[in-house]
């Protein structure tokens, strides 16, 4: 079976973990978010690709709930004492892949290109390609003015409630190689419980990947990240709220009007499932606690459209 993802960071990470569990990983092309990217000491950090390849990789954080395990943070210390940026957290593991993607990208190298050569050297079977090799950058509009998303995101840890969110560079982006195809060859698309607008929403603004989306001739089905209406971590749910009018089923289908068939919704949100319109509501377990609930959530979103 063939499987295109379309995924975000941490959440996403998770579910395409649980994913590659139950089905044969080669079939599984994660299409990854790049808004998130950001330049920091002089390096290209791509925080949503990475999570995914760690997951993949067997290498992630489980406990911290980002970057990698047995992770430890001499060269911060050495940055902060030297008055350096200290405000995105890097570790020393991680700080190893920045650079041999940084130096990549300055020789010439795609970010599709160097993404799927560290994948295939940790090991990772499945595909994982960014949805653009173009610059898309994510901004938000807040009371305090329009903010980047990492300026947003970490260096005021999200507490700036967003009126609007902005894909600089999204309407002249192509995806990157590979994307339009495995979304072509899919027998199934899903959409990870990722955050609908800020990690999701770069990828969709891409013209090309939301006109296949629209064009599908297979089902797609998308992961609600919201339990009994609450984000499990980060700001979705108020995000919805203020955009959206509220955190229920329907707001979180809304954001993928005419782009998905049916949305897996947790337990705790099954009795509020007015105005989905043609969306069908699929209701399982969604909190993702260990690899057992991965892949149950998983198996929840394959049968989505059989059931
Ligand atoms: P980020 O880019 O690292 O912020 O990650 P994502 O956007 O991919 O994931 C953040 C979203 O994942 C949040 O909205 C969470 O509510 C959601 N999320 C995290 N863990 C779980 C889980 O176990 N179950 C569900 N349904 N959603 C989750
Ligand atoms: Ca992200």
């Known amino acids: 079976m063939n499987l295109a993802i379309v995924c975000g960071g941490v959440g996403g990470a998770r579910f395409v973990r649980g994913v590659v569990d139950v089905v044969d990983p080669r079939g599984v092309t994660v299409v990854g978010n790049v808004g998130d990217d950001l330049e920091v000491l002089g390096m290209h950090v791509s925080p949503d690709l990475d999570s995914v390849l760690y997951a993949l990789a067997g290498l992630s954080d489980e406990q911290r709930g980002w970057g990698r395990a047995d992770e430890s943070w001499a060269a911060l210390g050495t940055i902060a004492a030297l008055g350096g940026e200290t405000w995105f957290l890097l570790g020393d593991r991680d700080l190893g892949l920045h650079l041999v993607r940084t130096q990549a990208l300055r020789d010439g190298e795609s970010l599709s290109s160097v993404t799927r050569r560290v994948a295939r050297q940790l090991g ?7 949805a653009t090799d173009d610059r898309l950058r994510t901004f938000v509009a807040t009371p305090a003015g329009e903010l980047s998303f990492q300026e947003w995101f970490v260096a005021r840890a999200h507490r700036d409630e967003v009126d609007g969110v902005r894909f600089e560079g999204a309407d002249a982006a192509r995806p990157a190689p590979g994307v339009l ?4 060859r899919a027998d199934l698309i899903l959409l990870a419980p990722s955050n609908p607008y ?7 603004a891409v013209p090309e990947i939301r006109a296949a989306l629209e064009r599908r001739r297979v089902p797609a089905v998308a992961v609600s990240p919201l339990i009994g209406g609450r984000a499990v971590k980060g700001p979705a749910d108020r995000m919805l709220m203020r955009l959206a009018g509220g955190t229920s089923p ?15 919704i947790d337990e705790s949100d099954a009795q509020d499932v007015d105005g989905l319109g043609d969306v069908r509501p699929v209701v399982a377990r969604t909190l993702m606690r260990d690899a057992d ?11 989505a459209v059989h059931a």
Do not use: N
């Open 124 to 130: 990772v079977e499945a595909t994982l390609i960014p």
């Open 293 to 303: 609930a991965r892949r149950r959530l998983a198996e929840a979103a394959l049968g």
């Open 181 to 184: 195809e495995s979304l072509a």
């Open 250 to 264: 329907r707001q979180v289908a809304h954001c993928y009007k005419g782009l998905i068939d049916a949305l897996v």
């Open 198 to 204: 800020v990690s999701l929403g770069p990828i969709l």
